[in-house]
Each structure stands twice: as structure tokens, then as C-alpha cells.
């Protein structure tokens, strides 16, 4: 099932299944609990981020190859992070590089998100995938310069600004994708393919993560789950390849589909 949330023609927020003809008819039920694809047809008037998270925890140097690149050894545990909850962000709406804080060097990640769909805490590997509702596309996007010189040794002020999480189009459940280890993930900004790899490249596959995230803490539902970034990230480049006003970026995974965001610069 692919799941969407978007407002309708009287602007109420809705969740939706999408068809593969491209209609859409509503959901029934609770997105979180027993829930159906209905029979009512829907009027997409606007696509949003296809959930508002609960938390948004993040996981950072979880692809080998990216790991690589980076010069980082590969970690012993998983390296986490936060976002804020109000970094989501749209389909086709705007990332914003920020001005007030201002970023000369904001970049780019294509990544897996995992929608956790009920209460987890002590989680076995075995059972993980059990606690998904689905996954949806992610761009976590970063400016390196507050991640890594001004951001008091934390990633979070660099990965925390206004629009750095979108999120989309559709949350796909478990039962099209049983295996979340073997999606091709891309990045494509300004129609150039810049990140191309498969996320069986994690140091740390969804089922470890989700045992290592629920340890000793709880994950409500609604909690989204970034999963790393494979190679070819902007700051690696030679000469890096920083997001400016005026491209637009794609995030494109395997079974899921396409998140396109334009970025401008803030008000």
C-alpha cells in the first residue's frame, strides 16, 4: 500500500492510498492502528510530507562507501543524531539555505526513512521489521560549515535548520518492501545523478538500527528513522558541490519514488 497525506479541496488534512493509476481514495481507520483503503475518491489538492514525525532520530556514517570518502573509520555503533520535528518539509516546496545563521556550504543526503508504526522498546533484531509501518524518501539535508566548525562539536545545529527534512511522496508499507536492504537510492540535483548506490551498503542494516534505537528507550509511533547516506555526497566532491538558490534536488528510492524539492534562499 502506498499511503500519502495531502489536503483536499476544502484544504483538510487527509491520508490517502494512492492507486497505481494515479487516483487516490481515502484511508480509513487509524494510520497508527486498523486501518483500510477506503472507497471514496480523493481530490489531491496539495502533497504533503506524508506524516508529521514524532521524533526524528538519524543515524550518521552508516554506508561503507560513504564512510570511505569522508576519511571516517567505520563505528563500532551506530552514530546518532536528532533533527528536530520542525525541519520536515514538503514535496516540491522549498529548502531554504539559511541567512540569518548563514550557510555557505549546505548539502545534500538521499536517505531511507523508517516509519516506526507501534510502540517499540527492547527490540530484537529478529522482530524489528514487526514494529514498521513503512518507508518513505529522505533528504537529510546539512550545512557542513555548523555542522563541523561552528556547531560546538554537535551535528544537530547543522542538520536542524527550517526545511532540512523533506519527506516523500508516500509512505510504502512492509508488505511491498520485505527487505528494506536492497532499494537503489539516488540523488539526482539539476537532472546530474550525484548519489547512485544500494542500501545494502549500511555498516548497520534497519533491523540492527531499530534493536540499537529502541535499547533501554522507547520509539513511539510516528517515529521516522534516517537511516545514512551512501557516497557522493557535496562536500566530498572535488571541488565540492554545495546546494544553492535555484537547483532542485531529487531523492529517488527503489519502490518508493521521488521527492523533488526546489532551494531558495530564506527570507
Known sequence: MKIIRFLDNL???RHGVLKDDGSTVLL???LFGEHREGSARAV???LLAPLMPVSIPCV???YRQHAAETGAPIPQWPVLFHKPVSTVQNPEDAIEIP???A???VDYEC?????IGKRAKNVSKADALKYVLGYTCANDVSARDWQRDWGGSQWCRGKGFDTFCPLGPCIVTTDEIPNPNALQIKTIV???TLQDWNTNDMIFDVPALIEFLSGSTTLLPGTVILTGTPHGVGMARNPPRWLIPGDSVTIEIEKIGQLTNPVVAEA
Not at 111 to 115: D, M, N, Q, T, Y
Open 11 to 13: 484544504d483538510m488534512i
Open 28 to 30: 480509513e481507520g487509524d
Open 44 to 46: 489531491v489538492k496539495k
Open 60 to 62: 550518521g556514517l552508516n
Open 99 to 101: 541567512t540569518h545563521l
Open 103 to 105: 550557510s555557505t556550504r
Open 111 to 115: 536517505e531511507l526513512a523508517v516509519i
Open 190 to 192: 539539476n537532472g546530474e
